[in-house]
């Protein structure tokens, strides 16, 4: 497949199809990730509460969603995405959509983020509003705003934060009422599973980005960095349960999680192969496995004491 499809669509879709291309269904596993992890957790401890759980996987969606259509527009905006992009379609930079009607979809998206929001503050703790809105700011402020944090090589602490600590704790908060060491363990596991999600999308665009001027923590540290980031965060995926298992923190059964080694060593070997293009497959695969994982964690825990 070369650039040219990857950066530009064959034909024109559907308004609908349009808004899908745009919502970036393959990324929405990494959204759900974080939220069923808490889940599990809480679960665990006899805590697991449907409602705040649901509310909470919402929101997540959502937050993503807008996210994804936030960078869309701005990053064309900014001259990030040109002609010849490694990466899937984008819709403001092909004409598929034109950047007013992206910014509105936004907005929509992230105002029903902020509902969701307001019931989970109801139901749980007002200072959730305050996590709420600043999650909203981080998904616009990735690549929009006066000083996208995107484009200061800030983007993985950002996701690590957003995706792993906030997510994690704050669901299995909304059920169990508490922070637990063990809890903010796994939230690190599985912030970093997320983060190397953007690690692979930055690795591929590594060359790209320095040209636009985004200096993304992949080009602020070159190729070998960035592998060896993805790496760690996958050798972490594995440390954690370690630890929490040996100390009687979680069912031994989470062990399961051990399966899925030979998955992370492909998946290694990739992105310290592969370059340009060819990492999307990887792109995509890594999305999927974060939530595999999180299943494969969960269920073995609670079904195999």
Known sequence: ???????????????????????????????????????????????????????????ALLLQIGSNLANDVFDFQRGADREGRLGPVRVTQTGLLAPGEVKVGMGIILAAAALCGLYLSWVSAWWLLVVGLLAILAAVGYSGGPIPFGYHGLGDVFVFIFFGIVAVSGTYFLQAGRFTLDVLTMS?????????????????????????????????????????????FSGLAYAGPAWLILSRKIPPGAGVIFLALPWSVRLIRQVNLWEGSRLNRTLAETSLFALGYVLLFGLGGSLLF
């Open 1 to 59: 497949m070369t650039q040219e499809q990857f950066s530009r669509p064959i034909q024109s879709p559907p308004k609908w199809k349009r808004w899908i291309l745009a919502a970036r269904p393959k990324t929405l596993p990494a959204a759900a990730a974080p939220v069923v992890m808490g889940s599990f957790l809480a679960g665990w401890e006899s805590a697991f509460k449907l409602l705040p759980a649901a509310a909470a996987l919402m929101c």
């Open 188 to 232: 690190a596991v599985v912030g970093g599973l997320i983060t190397n999600i953007l690690v692979v999308n930055n690795l591929r665009d590594l060359e790209s980005d320095r040209e636009a001027g985004k200096i993304t923590l992949a080009a602020a540290v070159g190729p070998e960095w960035t592998r060896l980031e993805y790496a760690l």
